[in-house]
């Protein structure tokens, strides 16, 4: 792991997680769910695999075990968002910059050292997840929300 990425991780850890587990999600450094009467709500971020940015990806199902179409039967507190169709899913993405690798995430790629950069991204992020609660919540696509169907 880059110094870049685990500069990113800990602004992370101190300003997205929080806002995730104030809006009811629980789970790990890069995956998490919110249990809900009669949904679960997934939530991911992803990294690109060359390293430098980052997208956040969710979706809503119902409750209850998946029945996946390769014949395991996954509980629901296992699920992660990429069990999930994609048609059932979003991504929280950059819109502010002219992504350059077609992943269109949110970079860190040059931010250096800059523990500020990383902290400002990291704030932005938690800024942006009223877009997640509401796409899934009602289906409001708000300006940095990308759905695939």
């Known amino acids: 792991m880059s110094r870049e990425g685990n500069l990113m991780r800990k602004a992370i850890k101190r300003y997205l997680l929080p806002a995730l587990e104030r809006l009811g999600f629980t789970g790990t450094s890069s995956k998490f769910q919110r249990l809900l009467p009669e949904s679960q709500d997934l939530l991911a ?8 940015s980052f997208i956040l990806e969710f979706g809503r199902r ?43 995430g949110f970079s860190f790629r040059d931010f250096g050292e800059d523990e500020n950069k990383y902290d400002n991204l990291a704030k932005r992020l ?7 609660d509401a796409w899934l919540s ?12």
């Open 45 to 52: 971020i992803q990294y690109h695999k060359y390293g430098g």
């Open 126 to 132: 938690a800024g942006l997840l009223p877009q997640i």
């Open 138 to 149: 009602t289906g409001a696509k708000g300006p940095n929300v990308h759905t695939f169907g």
């Open 62 to 104: 119902e409750r209850g075990s998946l029945h996946a179409s390769w014949g395991a039967v996954v509980p629901e507190e296992k699920l992660e968002v990429i069990y999930l169709p994609v048609t059932m899913r979003a991504r929280l993405q950059e819109t502010e910059v002219e992504a350059d690798d077609g992943f269109a």
